[in-house]
T-cell receptor, first 113, second 113 residues
Framework: NAGVTQTPKFQVLKTGQSMTLQCAQDMNHNSMYWYRQDPGMGLRLIYYSASEGTTDKGEVPNGYNVSRLNKREFSLRLESAAPSQTSVYFC????????????FGPGTRLTVL | QKEVEQNSGPLSVPEGAIASLNCTYS??????FFWYRQYSGKSPELIMFIYSNGDKEDGRFTAQLNKASQYVSLLIRDSQPSDSATYLC?????????????FGGGTRVLVKP
């Protein structure tokens, strides 16, 4: 039981390049989330998927797109990376209802030059 | 105004003492409250959750919730050097909000031997 997995662990991009961050969970959770974490800013929600087939914007969605591929997988795409997107990205999952604690993946450290 | 506020610290605590962390939130409709611990370079991990006013104890940790005053706190008794980490407060709303959590910026705790 791996929990929440993310790939890649590290990535360096040049401004304007695109990439997709992958996330998968094996806990049969309905809801999945993408966060970014910047120093002193805590975790900020980018996009989330309350259940398979639905996605919604979070607090900071600009410059990102998501795909809920199936119940297990939720990907985050940067179409044209910018230095302001340099951050650590975490994927999380949770079950519907209460308690709705979220379980986090190990994170992807992204640098955009 | 940020919805979930925490003192960024660092909170310096002697080994064996009690560490007291506070968190205030702005949304009176909030229903679920979580404390996560995050070691440097790692992902957040859940310590405790609390839903009802009052205290909830789990080992050396006690969460306290006061909905009237809109604050939640975490006490760490008999603090150990291994408790040195950043502690994130997270607040959740109703189920219809997609199980979203709003995180505070975190409080860094440093336990000195």
């Amino acid at each position: 039981n791996a929990g929440v997995t993310q790939t890649p662990k590290f990535q360096v991009l040049k401004t304007g390049q695109s990439m997709t961050l992958q996330c998968a969970q094996d806990m049969n959770h309905n809801s999945m989330y993408w966060y970014r974490q910047d120093p002193g800013m805590g975790l900020r929600l980018i996009y989330y998927s309350a259940s398979e087939g639905t996605t919604d914007k979070g607090e900071v969605p600009n410059g990102y797109n998501v795909s809920r591929l199936n119940k297990r997988e939720f990907s985050l795409r940067l179409e044209s990376a910018a230095p302001s997107q340099t951050s650590v990205y975490f994927c999380a999952s949770s079950e519907l209802g209460t308690p709705n604690e979220q379980f986090f993946g190990p994170g992807t450290r992204l640098t955009v030059l | 105004q940020k919805e979930v506020e925490q003192n960024s610290g660092p909170l310096s605590v002697p080994e064996g003492a009690i560490a007291s962390l506070n968190c205030t939130y702005s949304d009176r409709g909030s229903q679920s409250f979580f404390w996560y611990r995050q070691y440097s370079g790692k992902s957040p991990e859940l310590i405790m959750f609390i839903y009802s006013n009052g205290d909830k104890e789990d080992g050396r940790f006690t969460a306290q919730l006061n909905k009237a005053s809109q604050y939640v706190s975490l006490l760490i008794r008999d603090s150990q050097p291994s408790d040195s980490a950043t502690y994130l407060c997270a607040v959740g709303g109703i189920k219809a909000a997609g199980n979203k959590l709003t995180f505070g910026g975190g409080t860094r705790v440093l336990v000195k031997p």
